[in-house]
Nanobody
Framework: PVQLAESGGGSVQAGGSLRLSCKTS????????MGWFRQAPGKEREAVAI????????YYADSVKGRFTISQDNAKSTLDLQMNSLKPEDSAVYYC?????????????????WGQGTQVNVST
């Protein structure tokens, strides 16, 4: 069965780091599109980082480039997001998401499966 379970959220001061991890099942990392999204109160759910099979490098939102790194651990079946130099505007619920084969776009509508989300709070 498909399962996505996030962990690693929490509260941190601006400038700090957090590492999110998503335990996955039902996916093959080499074939399937996997990514992290986030949603702040009153805002749309947006793509943060996506690994799309066949693409040379992951997609990163402009707002996180150079600070966040997405990675996959095949042995552990986890999708991770290392977040450094965190800013208050990074505060949101972070979701792990996936879909079989390639993503046809970067909007949330193109990913079929979602985790429950993990809260990240960054204070000044």
């Amino acid at each position: 069965p498909v399962q996505l379970a996030e962990s690693g959220g929490g509260s941190v001061q601006a400038g700090g780091s957090l590492r999110l991890s998503c335990k996955t099942s039902g996916f093959t990392f080499s074939n399937d599109c996997m990514g992290w999204f986030r949603q702040a109160p009153g805002k749309e759910r947006e793509a943060v980082a996506i690994i799309n099979p066949g693409r040379k490098s992951p997609y990163y939102a402009d707002s996180v480039k150079g600070r966040f790194t997405i990675s996959q651990d095949n042995a552990k079946s986890t999708l991770d997001l290392q977040m450094n130099s965190l800013k208050p505007e990074d505060s949101a619920v972070y979701y792990c998401a996936g879909t079989w084969l390639q993503c046809n776009g970067l909007r949330k509508e193109f990913l079929a499966f979602w985790g429950q989300g993990t809260q990240v709070n960054v204070s000044t």
